[in-house]
C-alpha cells in the first residue's frame, strides 16, 4: 500500500501537492474559528459523588458553594467605615441577579463570620456563581469579574473560578511564547542538523501543515461533543515535535537514498520517493498509527479535560502523518537535488550519515557485555524512579498559578490576614427526618479533624416539597492535602438514619479524581498495550519485540515520574524553575504524560526496529542487524530528540505547574529514551534474545508472510540473499 502511494506521489506530485495546499488553505480558514467552539470546563467526572451532590444542590437550593471569594483592602480606613463599607455596597448592588446564585457581603453575615481580618483593614465578600456546568460557571466568572472591583479599594479575587481564569489567560500567553521559542529554535537547529537552508525549512512546513490541520478537526469534534480549550495545548506540542521527527525520518532518508544513485539519472528523484515511502514513510504510518492509539486511550477517562487531551492529540498525530506522508514527499519530489540547496560551509556533499560509525561501535560494545550493561542501566533508571514510590495526588489549587497570578496573591493575603487555611465540605441531606439530621450533625462534628458542621439551607428553604437540609463542614488545612482527603472519606463513611446523604467540594472533588483515575487506569493500559502489540507485530512479524518494546517505554516513563515527584511534589529545584510547591502531583499529569510518552517512545521504537528489520531481512545476520540498525538511526533519533525536546523544553517554561511538570517529565522521558534506552538496553536485550528477537507462533508467522506490512529493501540490496520470514520455534 505505501510503495504504491510512493510510486503516486513519484508520478503525480504536483497535483497531490496543489490539492494538500487547497485542503490546508480550507482547514486554516475553518480552524480558525475553533476557539469560540470549546469549553473551560471539564475537570470533573460527570457520574462522580462529588458532581451529583452539586447538581442536586443547584436543583433543590440553588449553588450554595462559595466559588468566588472577593477580597477588599485599604491600608487607612477599616471595613466598619463608612467610605469602605458603601463602596463595597455599590458592588454587591450591581451584581446582575443572572450572574450569581447567593451572595454574602460581610457586613450581612455577623461579626462571628470571619469575614473580616484580624486588624480590620480586610474584609470578604462570598459569591456562588449562576449555571448548569462547569463551563456555564467560568463564563459567569468571567462577566462578574470586572463589577468586582470596588471604587478607592483594593480589589482581590480568589477561588476555584478565579484560579482556572487565570490558568485558561495564562495558558493562553504561555501557548503564544512557547510557539514563537520552538519554532526558530527548530529551524535554527534543523539547519545544523540537515547543513542547508532548503532542508531545514522541511518540519516547520510540515509542524505548520499539522497545526492548521488539527485545529479544523477538532472544530469539527467540538460541533459533536464538548471539548476542552486546553486540547489547543496538546495540538501545538505533538503537531509540531511529531511533525519534526517525521519530517526529520522523511529527509534523511530521501537524501540517503538520493546519494547512492546516479546524479545523471533523470529519474532519481522519482526513485528516491519511492523507497522513502517504502521504508521510512511505512515507520511514519506506523508511529503515527501508535501514537494515536496511545492518545486514544484517554477516552476511556469520563473527565471532559483528558478526553479534550485525547481528541487534541489524536488530530495532531493523524495530521501530522498525512503530511508527512502527502505534502512533504510531493515537495520533495519536486525540489529534487534541490533539497540541499543553501548548504552550510560545514556540511560536505555525501556525509548524510558519516559520523565514523560511532553509534555501531557503541552497539557492538553493548552487545559484548549484554548483561553487565543491562543490569547497571536497569539499576540506575530504577534508582531515579525511586522517587514515585512515595508520590501523593491531588488536583488544582491556586499553587498552580504563578506566585505572581491575581488569585494566587490573594490566596496568601487570605492566610496572612484572616488565619491557617480552611477547608470545606458540603453534606447533602435528603429524606432525612429532622431528629436525624441532628444525630448526622452530631456524628459528623465526631469525625477526626473536622472543626465545625453547619446548617447552610433547611427543608424550609428547599424546592418543592422533598426533606432536604444542606450542612458545611470545615476544618483547618488545604484541600488537597492526604489529610484532608481522609476527612472527606471517613464524612461519606457517616450514614444518615434515614434518607441518604451525598459529601462534595473542593476535597470530595480531588478524592473523586484520584479514585477514578485508579479505576480507569487499567482499561488504559489495557488499551494502549494490546493496541501497541498488535501493530508492531503487524510492522515486524515478531511477537517477542512488541513485548520488549514496551517494556523498554515502562523504564524511560518510570524515570521520568520519578523525577517529576522529586521536582514538583518534593519541591527540589522549585527557585530554579520558578513554581510553589504543593506537595503532590495532579492526578490527571501521569496520565497525560503515560498516553503521549508511551506514543513518542514507540516513535523512535519502530524507527530503529525498521532499520533493524530491514538489514536482518537482507542478510540474516541478528548482530549485524542491530549494529547496523542503531548506526543508520542513531544520529537521526538524537536529532529527532534534541528538536523535540526544544518544542517540549519551551512548554516547560510554562508558569502554570502541571504544563511545566508535563514539559519537564517528557523531556527527561525523551532524552532517557533517545539515549539510553535506544543505545543501550536495546541492543543488549537484541543481542541477548539472538534470533528470538524475530519469533513468531507459526500461524501467526504464516500470516506475517503473506499479509505483513514489510518494508521494500532497495537501497543496498544482497544478492542471492533469501526472504527472511519470522523465526518459528
Not at 365 to 378: D, E, L, N, Q, S
Not at 666 to 691: E, N
Request: glycine fraction near 8%; avoid cysteine.
Amino acid at each position: 500500500m505505501i510503495d504504491r502511494w510512493g510510486a503516486f506521489v513519484a508520478r503525480r506530485a504536483r497535483a497531490v501537492l496543489l490539492v494538500a495546499v487547497a485542503l490546508v488553505l480550507a482547514a486554516g480558514a475553518y480552524g480558525a474559528g475553533v476557539f469560540d467552539s470549546l469549553e473551560q470546563g471539564g475537570f470533573d467526572d460527570p457520574s462522580s459523588e462529588t458532581a451529583r451532590e452539586l447538581v442536586a444542590e443547584r436543583e433543590l437550593f440553588g449553588n450554595r458553594t462559595v466559588d468566588v471569594v472577593a477580597v477588599y483592602s485599604d491600608e487607612d480606613r477599616l471595613a466598619d467605615d463608612r467610605g469602605f463599607r458603601a463602596a463595597v455596597e455599590e458592588v454587591v448592588a450591581g451584581i446582575p441577579g443572572d450572574l450569581v446564585t447567593q451572595v454574602v457581603p460581610y457586613y450581612a453575615a455577623g461579626p462571628d463570620s470571619g469575614l473580616v481580618s484580624a486588624d480590620g483593614h480586610h474584609a470578604q465578600v462570598l459569591v456562588s456563581l449562576a449555571g448548569e456546568s462547569q463551563d456555564d460557571f467560568l463564563t459567569a466568572y468571567d462577566e462578574l469579574a470586572p463589577l468586582l472591583e470596588a471604587d478607592g479599594l483594593e480589589t482581590g479575587l480568589t477561588g476555584s473560578y478565579a484560579v482556572y481564569n487565570d490558568v485558561n489567560e495564562i495558558t493562553s500567553k504561555d501557548l503564544k511564547r512557547a510557539e514563537l521559542i520552538s519554532l526558530p529554535l527548530v529551524v535554527l537547529l534543523a539547519l545544523l542538523i540537515f547543513g542547508s537552508a532548503v532542508a531545514a525549512l522541511m518540519p516547520a512546513m510540515v509542524g505548520l501543515v499539522a497545526m492548521l490541520g488539527a485545529l479544523a478537526v477538532v472544530r469539527v469534534i467540538a460541533g459533536l461533543t464538548d471539548v476542552s480549550v486546553f486540547s489547543i495545548n496538546i495540538i501545538s506540542l505533538l503537531g509540531i515535535g511529531l511533525a519534526i521527527d517525521y519530517a526529520l525520518f522523511v529527509v534523511s532518508r530521501f537524501r540517503e537514498e538520493l546519494a547512492i544513485l546516479p546524479v545523471e539519472d533523470p529519474d532519481a528523484a522519482a526513485t528516491a520517493i519511492r523507497r522513502t515511502m517504502a521504508t521510512a514513510g511505512r515507520t511514519v504510518l506506523f508511529s503515527g498509527l501508535t501514537v494515536a492509539a496511545a492518545m486514544s486511550s484517554l477516552l476511556i477517562f469520563p473527565q471532559g479535560f483528558l478526553r479534550s487531551m485525547g481528541y487534541g492529540g489524536m488530530a495532531a498525530v493523524v495530521v501530522a502523518m498525512l503530511a508527512a506522508l502527502t505534502v512533504l514527499p510531493a515537495v520533495l519530489r519536486l525540489l529534487g537535488r534541490r533539497v540541499d540547496a543553501g548548504r552550510m560551509p560545514w556540511r560536505r556533499p555525501g556525509a548524510e550519515a558519516a559520523d565514523g560509525g560511532r553509534w555501531a561501535v557503541l552497539a557492538r560494545g553493548v552487545m559484548r557485555r549484554p548483561v553487565a550493561v543491562i543490569a547497571v542501566t536497569v539499576v540506575v533508571l530504577l534508582a531515579v524512579a525511586a522517587p514515585f514510590l512515595g508520590v501523593r495526588w491531588g488536583s488544582v489549587d491556586h499553587r498552580v498559578l504563578p506566585a505572581d497570578a491575581p488569585a494566587h496573591r490573594t490566596a496568601d493575603l487570605l492566610v496572612e490576614e484572616f488565619g491557617a487555611e480552611t477547608s470545606t465540605a458540603s453534606l447533602l441531606l435528603r429524606g432525612t427526618r429532622a431528629d436525624d439530621v441532628a444525630a448526622y450533625v452530631t456524628a459528623a462534628q465526631q469525625v477526626d479533624g473536622v472543626g465545625t458542621v453547619q446548617t447552610v439551607a433547611g427543608p424550609e428553604q428547599a424546592r418543592g416539597d422533598e426533606e432536604a437540609t444542606l450542612l458545611r463542614a470545615t476544618w483547618t488545612g488545604n484541600s488537597q492535602t492526604e489529610r484532608s482527603q481522609e476527612i472527606v472519606r471517613d464524612l461519606r463513611a457517616v450514614e444518615p438514619a434515614s434518607g441518604t446523604a451525598l459529601v462534595g467540594g473542593m476535597s470530595a472533588d480531588t478524592v473523586d479524581l484520584v479514585d477514578s483515575v485508579a479505576d480507569h487506569l487499567p482499561w488504559m493500559a489495557l488499551v494502549v498495550v494490546v493496541v501497541m502489540l498488535v501493530l508492531l507485530f503487524v510492522a515486524f512479524g515478531s511477537v517477542v519485540l512488541p513485548v520488549k518494546a514496551v517494556v523498554m517505554n515502562l523504564f524511560s516513563i518510570a524515570a521520568a515520574f520519578g523525577v517529576v515527584t522529586w521536582i514538583f511534589s518534593d519541591g527540589h529545584l522549585a527557585d530554579l524553575l520558578g513554581f510553589t510547591p504543593q506537595g503532590f502531583l495532579d492526578a490527571t499529569n501521569p496520565i497525560l504524560m503515560v498516553a503521549i510518552l508511551f506514543g513518542l517512545s514507540m516513535d523512535y521504537e519502530v524507527f530503529l526496529l525498521s532499520r533493524v528489520r530491514e538489514e536482518w531481512d537482507r542478510t540474516g545476520d541478528n548482530d549485524l542487524a542491530v549494529a547496523t540498525g542503531v548506526q543508520k538511526t542513531g544520529r537521526i533519533i538524537t536529532s529527532a530528540a534534541l528538536l523535540l525536546g526544544v518544542v517540549i523544553g519551551a512548554f516547560g517554561t510554562s508558569g502554570i505547574v502541571f504544563m511545566k511538570m508535563l514539559g519537564v517529565g517528557m523531556l527527561v522521558a525523551l532524552l532517557i529514551d533517545a539515549t539510553v534506552v535506544r543505545a543501550l538496553l536495546v541492543p543488549a536485550t537484541m543481542k541477548l534474545l539472538g534470533r528470538w528477537n524475530w519469533y513468531a507462533p507459526a500461524p501467526m508467522a504464516s500470516w506475517w508472510a503473506r499479509h505483513g506490512f514489510r518494508e521494500e529493501v532497495a537501497s543496498t540490496p544482497v544478492e542471492n540473499t533469501p526472504e527472511r520470514t519470522p523465526h518459528v520455534v
